[in-house]
C-alpha cells in the first residue's frame, strides 16, 4: 500500500531553518505530483508547495514565496521541504500529499494520498 511519512518537524525559533522530508512508498513515485500542505490549530489545511513529477516544476503560495524551497529526489522517493526565515504564522502540522496528475493543484481534493504530518512550531 502507498504510504507517505514525514519527518524532520521540531521547534524552531524565529528566523531559523528547518527541512522536512516525506519519503514515499507503494507507488511509481516520479509519476505523482507532490505537494506540502499545512494546517495550524482552529484554521482550514492550506497548500504550501508543489513539485512535479519531474521536480522541473514548481509553485508556492504566496505566503512562503522567497522563504521556502521544494525539492524532490526520484531515486530516492523523496521530497523535501527547505524552510527558512520562519515566522510564528508558519506554525502548523505540515503534511505531504501526492497526485496522480502532472498538474499542481491548490486544491488538497485532488491529491489521493496523505501522510499522517510532523509539526512544526515556530515560538512568537
Known amino acids: 500500500q502507498v504510504q507517505l511519512v514525514e519527518s524532520g518537524g521540531a521547534l524552531v525559533q524565529a528566523g531559523g531553518s528547518l527541512r522536512l522530508s516525506c519519503a514515499a512508498s507503494g507507488l511509481t513515485f516520479s509519476s505523482y505530483t507532490m505537494a506540502w500542505f499545512r494546517q495550524a490549530p482552529g484554521k482550514e489545511r492550506e497548500f504550501v508547495t508543489g513539485?512535479?513529477?519531474?521536480?522541473?516544476?514548481?509553485y508556492y503560495a504566496d505566503s512562503v514565496k522567497g522563504r521556502f524551497t521544494i525539492s524532490r529526489d526520484n531515486t530516492k522517493n523523496t521530497v523535501y521541504l527547505q524552510m527558512s526565515s520562519l515566522k510564528a504564522e508558519d506554525t502548523a502540522l505540515y503534511s505531504c500529499?501526492?497526485?496522480?496528475?502532472?498538474?499542481?493543484?491548490?486544491?488538497?481534493?485532488?491529491?489521493?494520498?496523505w501522510g499522517q504530518g510532523t509539526q512544526v512550531t515556530v515560538p512568537s
Open positions: 500529499a501526492a497526485g496522480p496528475t502532472p498538474t499542481i493543484f491548490y486544491s488538497s481534493r485532488r491529491y489521493d494520498y
Open positions: 513539485i512535479s513529477g519531474s521536480g522541473r516544476s514548481t
